[in-house]
């Protein structure tokens, strides 16, 4: 079975402030994918990032990275400078070839002017 | 870029009665999914389906029952409600790619928020 742990339940920032978001995930399978997805208070499931297993390489996109470690079992996802409109609740999720999505639990991002 | 459309937005439905929710994927897309998220929780994979065949069955009552069509939209049929049925209900689609044996990204719809009363 697979399994996401997003140990921070909530987090709260003040703008411009730098924040990382934390995912340690375990499966048995070799080939796995992670991904990365942003809940805003409207409601809407939006993705952000996909990684395979076998791609271990860090991801930039903007104001957003992500620090993929295999052998600490994590996929770790740092905000630079955030702002308001970062606030939501980000869920790190896990699938594999045999089975569909699992997410975490959330973690609830709140960003204050 | 077009994305998963679900029907309809919100529902309000009393107890015992039965609901419909619809879901039409990304063009291409041939499989489709179907969560349920409690308020709080995060998503829980309740059916999926492949090529209108069921391809898989996560924590689905035995009082829902889905479908998928020829023109691969999917609908999500609930009977005899319950309280605890109240929740975002997202579909999501993605393809499934033959020559490399992998299911790609799957992109949500906005939901279907269902209330009990």
């Known amino acids: 079975a697979q399994k996401v742990t997003q140990a921070q339940t909530e987090i709260s920032v003040v703008e411009k402030e730098d924040v990382t978001l934390d995912c340690v995930y375990e499966t048995r399978d070799t080939t796995y994918y992670l991904f990365w997805y942003k809940q805003p208070p409207s409601g809407e499931l939006v993705f952000l990032i996909r990684r395979n297993s076998f791609d271990e390489q860090n991801e930039i996109s903007g104001r957003y990275s992500w620090n993929f470690q295999k052998s600490t079992s994590s996929f770790n996802f740092t905000i630079t400078a955030s702002q308001v409109v970062d606030s939501a609740v980000y869920f790190c999720a896990l699938s594999t070839l045999y089975s569909t999505l699992t997410f975490g639990k959330g973690t609830m991002l709140l960003v204050s002017p | 870029a077009a994305g998963v459309i679900q029907s309809p937005r919100h529902l309000i439905k009393e107890k015992r009665e039965t609901a419909t929710l619809k879901c039409y994927p990304i063009p291409r897309h041939d499989t489709v999914y179907w969560y349920q998220q409690g308020p709080g929780q995060d998503p829980q994979f309740l059916i999926s389906?492949?090529?209108?065949?069921?391809?898989d069955k996560g924590s689905i009552p035995d009082r829902f029952s889905a479908q998928q069509f020829s023109d691969y939209h999917s609908e999500l049929n609930m009977s005899s409600l319950e309280l605890g049925d109240s929740a975002l209900y997202f579909c999501?689609?993605?393809?499934?790619?033959?020559?490399?044996?992998?299911?790609?990204?799957?992109?949500f719809g906005p939901g279907t928020r269902l209330l009990v009363l």
């Open positions: 999501a689609s993605s393809e499934w790619l033959v020559a490399v044996g992998r299911q790609e990204t799957q992109y």
């Open positions: 389906f492949y090529e209108k065949m069921q391809s």
